[in-house]
């Protein structure tokens, strides 16, 4: 089955860190690039991070530029993003996301998981 | 740096009614755009790419127009399972998504 499935949110500190995971099945996921998008509780979608499919190219929102890494370990199929420095603005439902298309971004989504929720807060 | 804008916020409609979306580009962004579902608590789901490319499995009644600036999102005949909430996103530059509009029943 072609899936995606996010691990890794929780409750943090202001100022803490998290990593969370995503784990692909079901297709060839090393053909594709992958990116983080996140949604804050009653907001609209806000795109985070990318990673190429080998990895090789990333590229960050403003808003988290210096704070998050995106990493892919193509070997497990899983996807990652290193948060640090989070502030209570990042809390948000994070999804990971599948390029639609083998170039080496299409920047559209054609697959997403169900999310993993971070807040942050004291 | 390009703005998305939605209209209207929110349509109130009928089963088997059409409905009409609008997403409007600050500046043009040529053919690359697309539009997404999402239900309460479910992730999205891609319906449109490029402006008027069915994703795969999606329905014929959702259709997608327009070009530059502006562009429409188009439900012939409304499903139950089509009341959501609908995103516009473009990929000119980075990926925006649009602020939403939701669809609900009347």
């Known amino acids: 089955e072609v899936q995606l499935l996010e691990s890794g949110g929780g409750l943090v500190q202001p100022g803490g860190s998290l990593r969370l995971s995503c784990a692909a099945s079901g297709f060839t996921f090393s053909s594709y690039a992958m990116s983080w998008v996140r949604q804050a509780p009653g907001k609209g979608l806000e795109w985070v991070s990318a990673?190429?499919?080998?990895?090789?190219?990333?590229y960050y929102a403003d808003s988290v530029k210096g704070r998050f890494t995106i990493s892919r370990d193509n070997s497990k199929n899983t996807l990652y993003l290193q948060m640090n420095s989070l502030r209570a603005e990042d809390t948000a439902v994070y999804y990971c996301?599948?390029?639609?298309?083998?170039?080496?971004?299409?920047?559209?989504?054609?697959?997403w998981g169900r999310g993993t929720l971070v807040t942050v807060s004291s | 740096e390009i703005v998305l804008t939605q209209s209207p916020a929110t349509l109130s409609l009928s089963p088997g009614e059409r409905a009409t979306l609008s997403c409007r580009a600050s500046?043009?962004?040529?053919?690359?755009l697309a539009w997404y579902q999402q239900k309460p608590g479910q992730a999205p789901r891609l319906l449109i790419y490029d402006a008027s490319n069915r994703a795969t499995g999606i329905p014929a009644r959702f259709s997608g127009s327009g070009s530059g600036t502006d562009f429409t999102l188009t439900i012939s005949s409304l499903e139950p399972e089509d009341f959501a909430v609908y995103y516009c996103q473009q990929r000119s530059n980075w990926p925006l998504f649009g602020p939403g509009t939701k669809v609900d029943i009347k």
């Open positions: 996301a599948k390029d639609y298309g083998d170039y080496e971004f299409g920047w559209y989504f054609d697959l």
């Open positions: 500046q043009s962004v040529s053919s690359y």
């Open positions: 990673i190429s499919g080998s990895g090789g190219s990333t």
